[in-house]
């Protein structure tokens, strides 16, 4: 049975870090890239940031890019989001997700359920007080 598992989430002042972990189980990481998202109160889930199998290809979306960080270590079947610089609007569950790509126009939508080989942790949550 596969097995996504995000950590790290909490609460902090604007300004302040967070490091969010995934990671996976019943599956074999290497051969999958690696997507995080989050969904904010009141909003529909977005992307973040993704990466492919071997890091190749890295995308996040402009909001993020400059304080967020994404990467992976295979040997440990684990995906990290480092995220500095941290906003009262990053307040989001924060969800990890298993997919075949991370490329594209749209590197998020192979994270879409309706892919068979699409997997998804149950969220941490992140909250940013001003």
């Known amino acids: 049975q596969v097995q996504v598992a995000e950590s790290g989430g909490g609460s902090v002042e604007a300004g302040g870090s967070l490091r969010l972990s995934c990671t996976t189980s019943?599956?074999?990481?290497?051969?999958?890239?690696m997507g995080w998202f989050r969904q904010r109160p009141g909003q529909a889930r977005e992307g973040v940031s993704c990466i492919d199998w071997d890091g190749g290809s890295i995308h996040y979306i402009g909001e993020v890019k400059g304080r967020f960080t994404i990467s992976r270590d295979n040997a440990k079947n684990t995906v990290y989001l480092q995220m500095n610089d941290l906003r009262p609007a990053d307040t989001a569950t924060y969800y990890c997700?298993?997919?075949?790509?991370?490329?594209?126009?749209?590197?998020?939508?192979?994270?879409?359920?309706?892919?068979?080989?699409?997997?998804w942790g149950q969220g941490t949550q992140v909250t940013v007080s001003s």
């Open positions: 997700s298993a997919a075949d790509y991370c490329q594209g126009p749209d590197p998020y939508s192979s994270f879409s359920e309706e892919f068979p080989n699409v997997h």
């Open positions: 019943g599956l074999v990481f290497a051969n999958y890239a």
